[in-house]
């Protein structure tokens, strides 16, 4: 009997939460749950020691007795000489305290386990048990094209794979690990503070310095109040953690060097007690970080009983005894900063960076109780909002204008934007020197191009082509097929880089053959590419973080700054008075300020010098000239990254190079290509029989169901109601008890009315109890349903393309090259 | 080898009248008649009497083993049942790659030309081992509709089964405990008559300390599995996406590979179309 209880206490003992070794999922969920069925548990017996009011004061023993009438005689009653009637009214009161701290913590880690399982598959880290962001990474890189991130209204996430930081970190993760046991070690029966310490860091170290100042070390004993150790510091582990850091940071080496931007992901390090340590390094500092988490997030930081080792601030009422008295509710722990600032907690990790939550949506048409713009004022939508909590952020306004297909006097013009190839242009297969200067060696195009780019700083060129000292001009191609580029020489106004990526897109349009604009709508085509590509920019160094600027915003309100002078905006057309216009010019003016003002925040550091900014090209800028040449002119090279889009671009400019230099009618080749050959070749009907339509797939609307957890919540009351014939009735316990009911029927003695009336509760248990039970799994397939309706329509669209691309590829396989000239079609 | 200090100070209690009701009932039990599975009703009864359709499952009564002088039913029943639920759930977790990585490996790589979510979940080794055991799985029109999502209503299944026969043993304790005792005396040292009818205290206690494990595992066996399926179900609900997203992954790396290898036929095209010319026509060959 002895040997039994001793080895069931050793179990017990041994399968306490978050004990010394990590164990496997069910054996650790066993274990809390044994540990729940020995009531009372000790920290509960403990707390109750200390405030249950009691003259004299209750041990832990008698609280312990309290599940059993004869044991808490004997321990508790005996010595303060109570009869049997107040003993057993003392032991029921004892035991309902102890039921209801239990109930109160047993739920904790009831509600834990939901939402713990919910966010093990979407995390930033690949240390999940799922690991889906970065799938979603390694798939957008395999299919984009590396000039993807200068047209796409939002700052891409590039990612880098970094090595194992168990090599270059021995000897402090050991250190590491030596302190978290510590935390363990010194009560193993109250995890709270390692299980507390690690939630504290799971959003970043440097995040959590940046927004509560450094670690004191009088923090590391919790304020006295239940949610001490949710705001508590460890200073040890966090010195432990930058020393992790900055030696593994210290040892990373890149090639090719890291931008700004990228993303390196670390493999994560596992602790012997399920802690993961995960880093992220950038080239950008605001986004590195290093923290911990755990790795099956089964316990949560329940409130504080004990505040016997803390430091209670003064005025603390709640600290009585060493014991976290309850009743009070302590002070709301503080707000994070606004959504999409850089450390605002869940928005400064990398991939939940990009979702919904963090940043507003651009989409060109919005799902109208969506809309920001909606000024609707049915009862209906009223209604309907008003138990709708709308988690997305829909803006139309900023893609009002739409998207045009890029093509020059010889139609679609592929890949225009450039910045896809990697290797440089040549001059008579020499490499080019461009200087600061306009340089005589550059007069003629690029091998196997139609143009080259001068670049040069103000001043240094002809003197007819000079720029004002805020703004870069691009220069018409002159005889010798060069594009001259003047930049400003110097300045705080515009950084040189952001300025030049803008000239280049502009010297692509040139390049293949697209003049100046001389009216509103030509000025829109032309002009927003280059501020697209601009805006992204300045949005992937991080000038636009902590403001409401977005790309497509940013690039809207500069395209309009440029155009306005042909009388119109891009984004709204034409003015109906002057009145109007003098309101659009005055929000107009504002908002560029307003972004000139953050991108001279120039946080990745770049060159606002022109001579600077020449001599130390940025990559992006380097790409767009190596992609001047055509790809596909016979014995000219083309080296890129193996993407999908890259080998799209260099098919589809194969196919413009053989269209726009190849005779495509049939006849005989003429002194120009698609010359008229004959008179009626203009007239001449294109071959429905050469070719197939392949229909793309159209870019899906972004829309979230929306999410309505206080109507969920009044159709389960009405449903409890319901079941007991009852109209809704508030709060729904009412629905429980009907005393009409009851005195409605005629019994033959009060007591049976009595008992009938009591009855009524017991009765309805059960159904109440059911309907509970269903609640949890009801709400389940409501929630699976919100997902599979949003992934059903934004899938389906990537589905498509998958189908068309593997069509695609199949059917280049079975291309047969003509070995003669096609018939003429001649309309029949 | 019954310790002979349980022989000092007991008295015996109301349980050895119900140990004399047992040896009546378990001296008078009548042969119960076999039935067929075709008999059964849809939700088969969790007994183990019931025919060779629960021959498999575990949870059986205390068998000759080398261990039978310490063997206790009740230890062996909840090791075996918490152990295949805890590999059946780790297994679908994935095991680790290394002691000092969170990273887990699944045990098996999706089956990306699947023709349905049947064969592109299917079931993986320890989980379909037990649903062969449990009798409203082991059909083979049942078993070949498996899939690792299942996993929680077979596991809910087992526990069933475990909870059945616990309850089932609590129901006879004194019958099954004087059986079982008689049993293990008699392999171990072949007395004819049981020697535990002498030692009926003992008996009693055992009874005492069974029925109050029985009853802690019949609260904390559930409890624990539904808390484990909850937490299981939240990531579970992700992993067919997952799945896909990796065949995605291959796929677009397929196509890229597709879309590469069309680049450089694509080369040839500038230079292909100068054959297309009236003067310069290959003839058929």
């Given at each position: 009997m002895m040997k039994r209880l001793l080895s069931s206490a050793g179990i017990a003992l041994a399968l306490l939460?978050?004990?010394?070794a990590a164990k496997p999922l069910y054996e650790t969920i066993r274990g809390t749950v044994q540990w729940e069925y020995d009531s009372p548990q000790d920290t509960v017996k403990t707390f109750l020691a200390k405030a249950f009011v009691a003259n004299p004061s209750l041990s832990s023993d008698d609280i312990a007795a309290s599940n059993v009438a004869t044991s808490f005689r004997s321990s508790a009653c005996s010595s303060r000489k109570l009869d049997d009637e107040s003993c057993e009214q003392l032991r029921k009161e004892v035991r309902a305290a102890v039921l209801r701290e239990e109930r109160v913590r047993a739920l904790g880690r009831d509600l834990q386990l939901i939402a713990g399982g919910y966010e093990m598959s979407i995390g930033d880290h690949p240390s999940r048990i799922l690991s889906i962001f970065p799938k979603f990474q390694s798939i957008i890189r395999v299919w984009?094209?590396?000039?993807d991130w200068l047209s796409t209204p939002i700052v891409e996430r590039r990612m880098r794979a970094g090595p194992a930081f168990t090599d270059l970190a021995k000897s402090e993760l050991k250190k590491l690990q030596k302190h978290l046991d510590q935390l363990n070690d010194n009560d193993p029966n109250q995890p709270e503070r390692l299980t507390a310490a690690t939630w504290r860091y799971q959003f970043g170290l440097f995040g959590l310095v940046n927004r509560e100042g450094t670690c004191d070390p009088a923090m590391e004993k919790g304020d006295g109040t239940e949610l001490q150790y949710q705001r508590a510091r460890w200073c040890t582990i966090e010195e432990d953690l930058q020393k992790i850091f900055e030696k593994v940071r210290g040892s990373l080496t890149f090639d090719p060097p890291l931008g700004f931007g990228e993303i390196v992901l670390l493999p994560p390090w596992r602790s012997n007690q399920g802690i993961v340590l995960w880093m992220f390094a950038s080239k950008n500092p605001f986004e590195e970080d290093i923290g911990l988490e755990w790795e099956l997030p089964m316990e949560p930081v329940l409130p504080s009983l004990d505040c016997s080792e803390s430091a209670p601030a003064e005025g603390n009422t709640v600290c009585v005894r060493n014991g976290i008295l309850g009743g009070t509710y302590p002070p709301p722990p503080p707000e994070p900063p606004s959504v999409g600032t850089l450390g605002a907690e869940l928005c400064s990790l990398p991939f939940s960076a990009e979702g919904y939550l963090c940043r507003p949506l651009d989409a060109q048409r919005c799902p109208e109780n969506e809309s920001s713009s909606s000024s609707s004022s049915s009862s209906s939508l009223s209604e309907e909002k008003k138990n709708a909590i709308s988690l997305t952020n829909c803006n139309s306004q900023n893609m009002a204008e739409g998207f045009r297909v890029a093509h020059t006097e010889s139609g679609p013009d592929a890949c225009m934007i450039g910045g896809w190839r990697t290797d440089p242009p040549f001059i008579d297969k020499k490499s080019v020197d461009d200087t600061t200067k306009r340089d005589p060696k550059i007069s003629a195009p690029f091998d196997c191009g139609n143009c080259a780019v001068d670049i040069y700083c103000n001043g240094a060129g002809r003197p007819d082509q000079n720029c004002p000292e805020d703004y870069a001009v691009t220069y018409p191609r002159d005889e010798n097929g060069v594009i001259p580029i003047c930049l400003p020489a110097g300045g705080e106004a515009a950084i040189a880089t952001y300025l030049l990526l803008h000239e280049l897109i502009h010297a692509q349009q040139w390049c293949e053959g697209a003049s100046t604009y001389s009216n509103l709508k030509d000025c829109c085509a032309t002009e927003k590419p280059a501020y697209l590509a601009q805006c992204n920019a300045i949005a992937e160094d991080g000038n636009f973080a902590g403001t409401d600027i977005t790309i497509e915003h940013c690039a809207n309100i500069l395209v309009n700054f440029s155009c306005e002078r042909f009388g119109g905006f891009c984004t709204k057309g034409t003015p109906a008075n002057s009145t109007e216009r003098e309101k659009w010019l005055q929000e107009l003016q504002k908002e560029t300020k307003k972004i000139f003002e953050a991108s001279k925040q120039n946080i990745a550091g770049l060159p606002t010098k022109c001579e600077d900014a020449m001599n130390s090209m940025d990559a992006r800028v380097r790409s767009i000239i190596n992609s001047l040449p055509h790809a596909c002119s016979p014995a000219c090279k083309a080296r890129y990254e193996n993407t999908i889009g890259n080998n799209a671009c260099y098919v589809a400019q194969c196919v413009e190079i053989s269209l726009e230099n190849q005779r495509i009618i049939p006849g005989r080749m003429t002194f120009t290509t698609n010359d008229e050959a004959f008179p009626w070749d203009a007239k001449t009907a294109a071959d429905p029989f050469i070719g197939d339509a392949l229909m793309v797939p159209p870019l899906p609307e972004t829309s979230f169901p929306a999410y309505r957890p206080a109507q969920l919540a009044a159709d389960l009351d009405l449903a409890l109601c319901q079941q007991n014939g009852q109209p809704l009735l508030f709060p729904p316990s009412r629905c429980d008890f009907n005393t009409n009911k009851q005195l409605g029927l005629a019994t033959e003695s009060y007591f049976e009315l009595g008992v009938g009336l009591t009855d009524q509760v017991a009765q309805r248990a059960e159904s109440t109890l059911g309907l509970r039970t269903l609640g949890q799994a009801v709400g389940r397939r409501i929630g699976a349903r919100l997902l599979a309706d949003y992934l059903a329509h934004t899938g389906k669209a990537f589905r498509e393309l998958i189908g068309d691309a593997n069509l695609l590829t199949g059917r280049f396989g079975k291309i047969k090259f003509p070995k003669e000239m096609c018939p003429r079609f001649n309309g029949s | 080898m019954i310790d002979a200090r349980f022989l000092i100070g007991r008295r015996p209690c109301l349980r050895t009248l119900s140990l004399v009701i047992g040896l009546t009932i378990v001296g008078g039990s009548a042969v119960f008649a076999a039935r067929s599975a075709s008999t059964l009703p849809v939700l088969a009864a969790c007994t183990r009497f019931e025919g060779e359709l629960f021959e498999d499952i575990d949870f059986q009564p205390l068998r000759d083993t080398p261990k039978l002088n310490t063997a206790n039913v009740l230890d062996e029943w909840s090791e075996s049942y918490h152990g295949t639920v805890g590999k059946v759930i780790e297994e679908d977790l994935g095991e680790l790659v290394s002691e000092d990585s969170p990273l887990r490996s699944p045990s098996r790589s999706p089956r990306c030309t699947a023709s349905n979510y049947a064969g592109f979940l299917a079931p993986r080794s320890e989980l379909k081992s037990l649903a062969k055991k449990l009798p409203s799985w082991k059909d083979s029109t049942n078993l070949s509709r498996l899939n690792q999502l299942d996993m929680g209503t077979v596991l809910l299944e087992y526990l069933r089964m475990y909870e059945c026969a616990l309850v089932e043993r609590l129901n006879l304790l004194p019958a099954y405990i004087l059986r079982q005792e008689a049993y293990r005396q008699w392999v171990l040292f072949g007395l004819p008559i049981p020697k535990v009818i002498i030692e009926i205290p003992i008996l009693g206690s055992m009874d005492e300390d069974e029925r109050i494990r029985i009853r802690k595992e019949l609260v904390t066996a559930r409890a624990s599995l539904l808390k484990t399926l909850t937490f299981v179900s939240g990531y579970n609900r992700l992993q067919p996406i997952d799945m896909e997203l990796t065949c995605v992954q291959r796929a677009s790396l397929d196509i890229r590979n597709g879309m590469a290898l069309a680049a450089d036929a694509a080369s040839c095209l500038p230079r292909i179309w100068n054959a297309k010319e009236v003067l310069r026509d290959f003839e058929n060959e």
């Open positions: 939460p978050a004990a010394a984009q094209s590396s000039n | -």
